[in-house]
């Protein structure tokens, strides 16, 4: 398997596209199109707070990704880090792809001096939580969202 782990690039939106089309679909989202371009344009953008996007190719066809930001904590002096999306493909699911793209927003992590990296998963990603179960450490906290507001 020759597996590579790249920045995103402009050539890559059709590819990527599909691959977060994919992704939101496994969690059962739909999003407008206004998003998907927005989101492209934060990935590619270059403001140090904007989602920032690696991809995992293997034989010249995208296989994988993962989003991630940086932002302030107000329990630390440096930043931290969200993973706030991963997929790989269901064909090439079992080879390393997660994982791989998971240890490198590590090293982007640390070569940023960032040592906290965290990410969420619903509790029924039973396939992802075996990976997140070997390479990170889960807590204890629970999750909670604001209820949509009631626009009048």
Not at 5 to 13: A, F, K, Q, S, V
Not at 42 to 67: C, N, P, Q, S, T
């Amino acid at each position: 398997m020759s597996l590579t782990i790249r920045p995103l690039t402009h050539g890559d939106e059709a590819e990527w596209r599909s691959l977060w089309r994919a992704y939101l679909a496994f969690y059962q989202t739909e999003l407008p199109g206004e998003i998907y371009a927005s989101t492209w344009a934060r990935l590619l953008g270059d403001f140090h707070y904007d989602v920032r996007g690696l991809v995992a190719e293997l034989d010249g066809r995208l296989v994988g990704l993962v989003h991630y930001l940086f932002h302030r904590h107000g329990w630390k002096t440096e930043e931290v880090v969200y993973l706030q999306d991963l997929f790989a493909d269901p064909a090439v699911r079992g080879r390393g792809v997660g994982r791989v793209l998971i240890e490198a927003v590590y090293t982007a992590a640390d070569e940023a001096g960032c040592p906290s990296v965290y990410w969420l998963t619903e509790e029924t990603n039973y396939a992802g939580r075996m990976l997140y179960d070997r390479i990170g450490t889960r807590t204890p906290f629970i999750r909670y969202d604001r209820p949509s507001p009631k626009l009048s």
